[in-house]
């Protein structure tokens, strides 16, 4: 759907599996395998990316795999 990369793992509070896009600003999404949280964080990105157009935001350009030191 993206090149934004996505970021997955199990959240032992929640119990779920948490999916998020750091380069998007608080898109997150969850579900309970890998799988359903990957299909969801492509809904909310979807829907991030469309409200940014919308409302005339800088849409960052994906970088990729981003490096944390």
Sequence with gaps: M????VIIFWSDTDKVFIAEMPELKGCMAHGDTQKEALKEVNLVAKEWLQMAKEKGWQIPEPKGRLMFA
């Design 2 to 5: 993206n090149k934004y990369e």
